[in-house]
């Protein structure tokens, strides 16, 4: 016989199943709006973060080119700045390479200058002056000194500013090459869209690295380097001016100086060459009035041996008679002649000798004068040689050294001179 078998649960009254029924269709119809809402909501989320999201890469993209823009304008800016400066560089360079061969031209003047005041050393006696043609030379070498110290000064100042135009370059290449680097990933992130396959999530991209700078930083640094760069062009150009300047001028004041100077040399040589020849026109009339005095001592000398003979002859006649016997030995007309004629010889023999005495002093005078002429026309030829040699020794200031050949003997201190007939006799005598 069947048994009615119920299971043990809470048994729901009708109302509460029907009420259960009732939310769950209630609820499932406001599931579904907010689910609705959410799809609406979420549709125009997509679209505006899609919009937002095309728009940001846009103007991001946008950002990129004009940012590419600006360094590539400033790089080219670089360019040209760089350009400049290696060409002024090649230009101050030259310019001081000029300055340093014009410094090393300085020395052969100031070496001749040199010589022909260590030539002019060896002038002697009474020629040992100190005329123009000395202050000239003395004034040269001050000239000289004085233009190889403004060239130096000059040589230095183009070194230095080379050194800062090197500095100013080395600036100029270390910020092109940060900014062709920059460029090359600005162009890189500019090449790159979603189907680039080199994109990946990175650690905290939005980090800001160490030794970043502002826009205006690099603004500043960028402007300052191509003005600093501009302001030692700049410079430099002007200190080529004044170097090429200093050139001209320290050339024509040497040159002024060597005019100078030669001029005193030639209106010197005409001056020891006139009293040169005055001093052997003297020479000559000396040795003529030493030949006159020569032959009148001569005939003085035989003068006075004819007057010895006539005041022998006198004595013995006096003598003679002398000897007269007893009183013959009178004092007569002729024995009072005889005396009057002895005194008389006797007084013209003096007299002969003290003129004799005198010509021989003046003779003597006269030697000793021409010895002191030639002495001082071998100083003049000396000098003249000397001149001379310092006149050809600055013929290479004219003459390329290639073409030039010395016309005097540099190394010759004296000359063979032909001696006088009375150094020549003072010799053998000795």
């Known amino acids: 016989m069947a048994t009615l078998s119920l299971k043990?649960?809470?048994?729901?009254q009708l109302s509460d199943w029907r009420t259960n029924s009732y939310l769950l269709s209630t609820n499932a119809e406001r599931q579904r709006d907010a689910s609705h809402q959410i799809r609406q909501?979420?549709?125009?989320l997509r679209n505006e973060t899609n919009n937002q999201t095309v728009w940001d890469e846009h103007d991001n993209r946008v950002r990129l080119a004009e940012r590419i823009d600006?360094?590539?304008?400033?790089?080219?800016?670089l360019d040209k700045c760089l350009t400049d400066l290696d060409a002024e560089i090649d230009s101050l360079a030259q310019v001081k390479e000029s300055a340093e061969q014009n410094l090393q031209a300085k020395n052969l003047p100031l070496d001749v200058a040199i010589e022909c005041l260590t030539l002019r050393e060896s002038r002697r006696d009474i020629d040992v002056v100190r005329d123009p043609v000395e202050e000239e030379l003395l004034k040269e070498v001050e000239v000289i000194e004085a233009t190889k110290k403004a060239l130096q000064q000059r040589v230095s100042q183009a070194f230095q500013q080379l050194c800062l135009l090197q500095e100013v370059?080395?600036?100029?290449?270390?910020?092109?090459?940060?900014?062709?680097?920059?460029?090359?990933?600005?162009?890189?992130?500019l090449s790159l869209n979603l189907t680039?396959?080199?994109?990946?999530?990175?650690?905290?991209?939005?980090r800001v690295p160490k030794d970043s700078t502002t826009?205006?930083?690099?603004?500043?640094?960028?402007?300052?380097?191509?003005?600093?760069?501009?302001?030692?062009?700049?410079?430099s150009i002007e200190l080529r001016e004044a170097v090429a300047l200093t050139i001209a001028q320290t050339n024509n004041e040497l040159e002024a100086q060597r005019v100078a100077t030669e001029f005193a040399f030639r209106k010197r040589q005409r001056e020891i060459e006139s009293v040169y020849s005055e001093l052997r026109w003297q020479e000559k009339n000396t040795?003529?009035?030493?030949?006159?005095?020569?032959?009148?001592?001569?005939?003085?000398?035989?003068?006075l041996r004819r007057k010895m003979m006539n005041l022998k002859l006198a004595h013995t006649r006096l003598e003679s008679r002398t000897y007269?016997?007893?009183?013959e030995l009178c004092r007569d007309q002729t024995q009072h002649g005889l005396i009057d004629e002895l005194h008389q010889l006797e007084a013209t023999i003096s007299t002969l000798k003290q003129k004799l005495a005198q010509i021989q002093d003046a003779l003597d005078a006269l030697f000793k004068h021409l010895a002191r002429l030639q002495a001082d026309i071998a100083c003049k030829t000396n000098t003249m040689l000397l001149d001379t040699k310092c006149m050809d020794a600055r013929r290479k200031l004219t003459v390329p050294a290639e073409k030039f050949v010395p016309q005097v003997d540099t190394f010759t201190r004296t000359t063979n001179r032909t001696l006088s007939p009375l150094k020549t006799c003072q010799l053998e005598l000795a």
Request: aromatic content about 6%.
């Open 215 to 235: 826009l205006k930083e690099w603004d500043d640094f960028s402007r300052f380097n191509k003005n600093h760069a501009d302001a030692e062009i700049k410079a």
């Open 287 to 303: 040795l003529e009035e030493i030949e006159q005095l020569q032959e009148d001592i001569r005939r003085l000398e035989e003068d």
């Open 70 to 77: 600006t360094v590539n304008r400033w790089k080219e800016m």
């Open 41 to 44: 909501e979420a549709r125009v």
């Open 8 to 12: 043990p649960s809470q048994r729901y």
């Open 169 to 189: 370059r080395q600036q100029l290449c270390s910020d092109h090459r940060d900014k062709m680097e920059s460029l090359d990933i600005d162009r890189g992130c």
């Open 196 to 206: 680039s396959p080199n994109i990946s999530l990175k650690i905290n991209p939005t």
């Open 324 to 327: 007269r016997p007893n009183i």
